[in-house]
Structure formats: structure tokens, C-alpha cells
């Protein structure tokens, strides 16, 4: 049996009940094997002329998608709504899983998923060892053991034509060290 997850839905162009109905929906096609990918949306949002949600606003979003998950009312920009649906048992399944770049998502994403998608940092031991302290303090503060922290690590590679020409383009994925 294979998993299903997105990899990645963002909370600037999805409204959280919106993604909690998607993933409804995928429970009843592949119950138990359900992950939610979830990001600042960068990507998504720069292509709709939108800007990437801050770290609190996908914080307060994450919170919101997994109470609805859970099957418990929320608050979100105003309404208060909970999922409604006929003959429903709310999942108990589904774990989240936050894609980060840079101290602040990181640490925010070991606080808030089960686990982390770490972008955008050397795939040295050095670079490992960096995500790995922020993720542990994230933890840490959160009361949670590192070791339960699911880590699917995300490395880039850049090709050139020479190695100066690819030592220029990685400057900008090392400026986060």
C-alpha cells in the first residue's frame, strides 16, 4: 500500500477548511496512509502576484487545519466553522509535515509538525548538523522527544559548467548558515 501526502499545500491561496476537506476525502480513499505537506507557500503565492505567509500565520494555520482534522470548531479570519459531514469520524491519522528554510520555520516547524522538510541547506554534515540543533531546540520547547521528529531531507543540487559557476549559485543556499 502506498502513502498519499502533498507536498506542499500553502495558507495563502487555501483556506484551511478547504485543505481539511481534501484530505476528508483522501481518508476515505486511503485511510491510514494520509500526510499533509504544508509550506509558507512561496512558490504558489509569487504566482498568483501574492507574497508567502509569515511563520506565525502558517503557525496559526497549522493549528487551525489539525483542530479541524480532529473534528473541533475553529476561529479563522473572523468565522468560527467546524468540518460537517454526514456519517463522519473525525481522523486520527493524519500527520503533518512542515517545509522549512531558515532558524525561524525550522524551529517553528519541529514545534508545530510531526515532522520537517528542511530546504535549502548544504547536504554536509556540517549543514545536517545545523538543521539538527534548531530542530531539537524546537522540540525542546514544544515538550516533544527529537527522535519522534519525522526529517525528510530536501537536498538541492546545482550544476554547472564549472565549479565557480556552481559555487555562486550555492552562495545563496549557504547564506542561511
Not at 528554510?101 to 535549502?120: H, N, S, W
Request: with cysteine.
Amino acid at each position: 500500500t502506498l502513502p498519499f501526502a502533498s507536498m506542499v499545500t500553502n495558507p495563502v491561496t487555501r483556506h484551511p477548511s478547504t485543505v481539511a476537506g481534501e484530505f476528508f476525502s483522501l481518508l476515505e480513499i486511503a485511510p491510514g496512509r494520509v500526510s499533509l505537506g504544508i509550506g509558507t507557500g512561496d512558490s504558489a503565492a509569487y504566482g498568483a502576484g501574492l507574497k508567502g505567509s509569515t511563520v506565525d500565520y502558517l503557525r496559526k494555520y497549522i493549528r487551525t487545519v489539525r483542530e479541524l482534522l480532529k473534528g473541533n470548531e475553529v476561529e479563522w479570519d473572523g468565522a468560527r466553522f467546524k468540518a460537517e459531514w454526514k456519517h463522519w469520524e473525525p481522523p486520527r491519522d493524519i500527520k503533518i509535515y512542515v517545509a522549512a528554510a531558515g532558524p525561524k520555520m525550522l524551529r517553528m516547524a519541529a514545534e508545530e509538525g510531526d515532522g520537517v522538510i528542511p530546504a535549502q541547506y548544504p547536504f554536509t554534515r556540517e549543514g545536517v548538523d545545523y538543521v539538527n540543533g534548531i530542530l531539537q531546540d524546537g522540540c525542546s520547547a514544544a515538550g516533544k522527544k527529537f527522535s519522534d521528529l519525522d526529517i525528510w531531507y530536501h537536498p538541492t543540487v546545482h550544476l554547472g559548467e564549472s565549479r565557480k559557476q556552481v559555487r555562486d549559485k550555492i552562495s545563496v543556499s549557504a547564506a542561511w548558515l
